[in-house]
């Protein structure tokens, strides 16, 4: 029993190395590329993920010494809707639209407006004078 944990534990310690390896993004990749040490870690399967862990995967610490969970705890915010939210009412103030904007916006639309009503008078037309020739034919 004794035999097979010790080829278990590296071949393990090798698979999970790898994995890690294989998940971390480039950039956090230490001292060399990710495929040499996918190479480290997969030639040398006893030295090379402890390697790994111990120099090749930059680590973060969290600010001020802190767990991410303690810290989460401490500085919960509480969730505001917008319209209770002042920072949010004065970015759309700050965001309002010229009154010579509105103006201009406004006038399209009324010519828009008025150009459908014309086409609809326009198909009405055509619609009864098509029904004139068809009741008279």
Sequence with gaps: M??????ILPLALTIYAFIDCLNTPEDEAKHLPK?????IILLFWIVGPIVWFAAGKMRKTPAGGRTPSEWHRN???EWVAPDDNPDFLKSLKD??????????????????????RRREEELKKREQGDDAKDSDG
Excluded: N, S, T
């Excluded at 495929?35 to 190479?39: G, L, P």
């Design 95 to 116: 965001e309002a639209v010229p009154d010579e904007k509105r103006a201009k916006d406004e006038a399209v639309l009324k010519d828009w407006e008025a150009d459908l």
């Design 35 to 39: 495929v040499v040490w996918v190479i």
């Design 2 to 7: 004794l035999r097979a944990l010790m080829y």
């Design 75 to 77: 500085h919960r915010q």
